[in-house]
């Protein structure tokens, strides 16, 4: 949005405080680091209240795993595109509602993954696309063997795991906002999680 000819800011980061006067960027930053940015009531408190984390995640909101480049939009070369949502990578703390753990890497260049330390971890996964998509979770048994999968709170997908398993499930109707991902199961290894467009028929 363009405001007295200035674009807002690109950045992912917190929009906290550092275009505030000096004097007043300590008192600001604490109450930040406290209820998050005051300026973004409700908006930042619906968002707490509807995926049940503290009011600091709203200023997560601007990071998305598939967003094609402009010129690929009105062209056939869009439904190529791909993403990829790190899920196991440290820096995704933000986007986790609870029930992971820290992360870790199997081998030097193998995957970043975490498991679930509980029966269920959330995961939250926004999009920025009115189209259609098919996802990918990798998963692996981390002492658990079955897995489910819910999106939104509907169940999407279950699988047996033997090892790294892509546990694919289609979203035509996916919804614009910040979604959430659920994996049901206790002790399962969670990788990435891949989004490409579904090809209009």
Known sequence: MLRG???????????????????????????????????????????????????????????????PPLHTLPTPELWQQRGTWRIGNPGIEPWLAGGMS?????????????????GAATVLVPNLMPYGQRLTLWVAPFGGRNVRLRWNGEVVAEAALTGWTPVQFDLPDIALHTNELTIEGYGIAVSDLELQFLVPE
């Open 5 to 67: 000819g200035k674009a807002a800011p690109s950045e992912v980061g917190a929009s906290c405080c550092r275009n505030f006067p000096a004097p007043l960027r300590g008192v600001t930053g604490w109450w930040y680091e406290r209820i998050g940015n005051p300026f973004q009531y409700p908006a930042n408190l619906a968002f707490s209240l509807r995926h049940d984390v503290e009011l600091q995640r709203w200023d997560a909101v601007g990071a998305y795993p598939l967003v």
């Open 102 to 118: 820290r992360p870790d890497r199997v081998g030097k260049l193998g995957r970043w993954y975490r498991f679930t330390t509980g």
